[in-house]
């Protein structure tokens, strides 16, 4: 069931539990998510990166693609189709596409423009029905070519952004994209705490959720984190599952090279990541 991400942050938020945004790079990562979100009765959030919508021609082909998947599995607990990262035109591609969620991403710009489009494409999703996400600060490491330094975000810059109505706020405090060096230095639950004093009943957004020890995940939804972001650990999971499918020789056993058997130990290794986040998000059965 297609809808916006809106209520299901809300019900996040006031029940401390998270909902998984796991991004989708083609039909097997897509199938194996909606099958676990429905397995477990969990609400989800697919997320799309621009590079990843391009590889897949186009978001008008993945909104296409998430609907008639939605449809044909029956799927009945909530489904957000989320823009991941968006540039300012990406989310109007996103929006004529027919996404129900858009991420704007203006924490490059300075804090004024960043408000000003923001304010903007609150207004536009919003007379759509879709949700918006806003980001201040930086996520460290590298998505579609966008390098970050994981600058925290300042609290009063927080607000400001919180107060044009967008419906999540990804806040840096720390958190990184991809695989988390050896001497990273861990969360600042400092200024989370410090964001989520400033921004009240807002959901907050953490991006890079792959590699965050379990004890930090569980304390950042503590301080008002209701959308975790996941993506490098399924990608990792897959090729693992992948990689020992072909080292095995199994893709040269009778019809192995058959792509629905090739990729078949990749999908049910999604799966299982899937299944692991979720019971850890606190997300499984909240599905209404």
């Not at 959030?45 to 919508?53: M, R, Y």
């Not at 964001?195 to 907050?204: A, N, R, S, V």
């Amino acid at each position: 069931m297609l809808v916006s991400a809106s209520e299901m942050l809300k019900k996040a938020k006031a029940g401390h539990y998270a909902v998984g945004q796991f991004n989708i790079n083609n039909l097997e990562w897509t199938k194996a998510i909606l099958l676990t979100a429905q397995e477990l009765n969990s609400p989800v959030i697919l997320g799309v990166s621009e590079g990843a919508g391009k590889y897949m021609t186009g978001f008008e082909t993945v909104a296409a693609m998430v609907k008639a998947m939605d449809e044909s599995l029956g799927i009945t607990v909530p489904v957000a189709l989320h823009l991941d990262h968006g540039t300012y035109d990406g989310c109007y591609k996103c929006i004529k596409a027919g996404f129900t969620s858009i991420m704007f991403d203006g924490s490059h710009y300075a804090i004024d423009e960043n408000i000003e489009k923001t304010k903007e494409l609150v207004a536009v999703a919003h007379a759509m029905g879709m949700s918006i996400e806003a980001e201040v600060g930086s996520i460290g490491g590298e998505e579609d070519g966008v390098v970050g330094m994981g600058e925290c975000a300042d609290p009063a810059e927080c607000k400001a952004i919180a107060d044009l109505g967008v419906d999540m706020l990804a806040a840096g405090i720390g958190n990184i994209h991809g695989k988390y060096p050896a001497n990273w230095a861990g969360l600042s639950f400092e200024t989370l705490d410090a964001i989520q004093q400033k921004t009240g009943e807002m959901p907050l957004v953490l991006h890079g959720g792959t590699g965050i020890p379990e004890d930090m995940i569980k304390k950042a939804i503590s301080l008002g984190v209701a959308k975790i972001n996941v993506n490098t650990e399924c990608q990792l999971s897959f090729a693992a599952a992948t990689r020992t499918y072909v080292e095995a020789g199994k893709d040269l056993e009778g019809k192995g090279f058959d792509p629905r058997k090739l990729l078949a130990p990749g999908f049910e290794a999604i799966k299982a990541t899937v299944k692991e986040k979720m019971e850890l998000f606190g997300s499984v059965g909240k599905a209404e």
